[in-house]
Every structure is written in C-alpha cells, then in structure tokens.
C-alpha cells in the first residue's frame, strides 16, 4: 500500500521547524534548483532515519553536523544503512558552512560526478555508495 505515513511526514516538519543556521543557510543555497539545477529536498525520510538534505536524482545525501557528531557509531551505522540503501552520503560541519559556504563546490563535484572516491577528512567525510558486483 501506497501513500504518507502520517507520524513520518509530521517528524520531518518538525525537523524543519528546528533547524540551525547552518541548516538555513545550507537549504537558501539548495532549494528551488538554485544549485546548478540539482533538486533537493530537506528532511527525508530514508529507512528510519530523515536526510537533512537529498538529491534523489544523484541519490545524495547531504548531511549538516555540530561538533556532537564526530567519531558517532551512531552516524557510521546511518551512513552504512544509506549506502546499502543507494544513497551517497557527504557530511559537512555546520562551521564550515557559517564560515564559508565553499561546500557548495564540493555538493556540485559529487552531483557531476567529479568527486566519486571516499573521503574522510577532519571537516568532511564522503561515503559513496560503494560498485556492486
């Protein structure tokens, strides 16, 4: 059966409801294709778990982190089930983005498809969904 889950649907409005700034200013730069036409969504729902932001076209995910975040199982075993799931997933430190919003070159990189090799740095990590065979 087809359709929203209600409690699903509510959850990701309240999500948006309480965003930080980095969020806010993240979604300005995001929303309405402004991104070199890329779409993007806010607060999907992906599994249990709710994207802060998506490109279903390039199957991103696209993740705004406070400095609570670093080294947590708990974001490794939400990155692992999107790339099981088919989602690429870049993680960005909410400073970086305030400081200077140069995340959008590394955000156009991975949709063109220039960037497509894991990177794990101190202020970004990028998982991309892994070839099958």
Same mark, same amino acid.
């Given at each position: 059966? *087809?359709?929203?889950n209600s409690k699903r649907k509510e &959850? ?6 309480? /965003?930080?700034?980095? =969020? ?6 995001? *929303?309405? &294709?402004?991104? +070199?036409? $890329?779409? $993007? #969504?806010?607060?999907? @729902?992906?599994?249990?778990? $709710?994207?802060? %932001? ?8 696209? =993740? #705004?982190?406070?400095?609570?975040h670093a080294d947590s199982a708990y974001d490794a ?5 999107? +790339? ?7 993680? %960005? ?6 400081? /200077? ?12 498809? *220039?960037?497509? /090799? ?5 202020? $970004?990590?990028?998982? @991309? ?5």
């Open positions: 059966m *087809r359709g929203a &959850r990701a409005r309240r999500l948006r409801q309480v /965003e930080n700034d980095a =969020e806010v200013l993240l979604w300005s730069e995001l *929303r309405g &294709r402004r991104l +070199n036409g $890329f779409k $993007f #969504v806010r607060q999907m @729902p992906i599994g249990p778990y $709710f994207a802060d %932001f998506a490109c279903r076209g390039r199957m991103l995910v696209v =993740e #705004v982190d406070g400095s609570h075993r939400r990155n692992e089930f999107m +790339n099981t799931n088919g989602w690429s997933v870049a993680r %960005f430190w909410n400073m970086d983005i305030l400081r /200077e919003l140069k995340v959008l070159e590394t955000i156009v990189a991975i949709c063109d498809g *220039r960037l497509v /090799e894991k990177t794990h740095a101190a202020d $970004f990590i990028f998982m @991309p969904v892994s070839e099958r065979p």
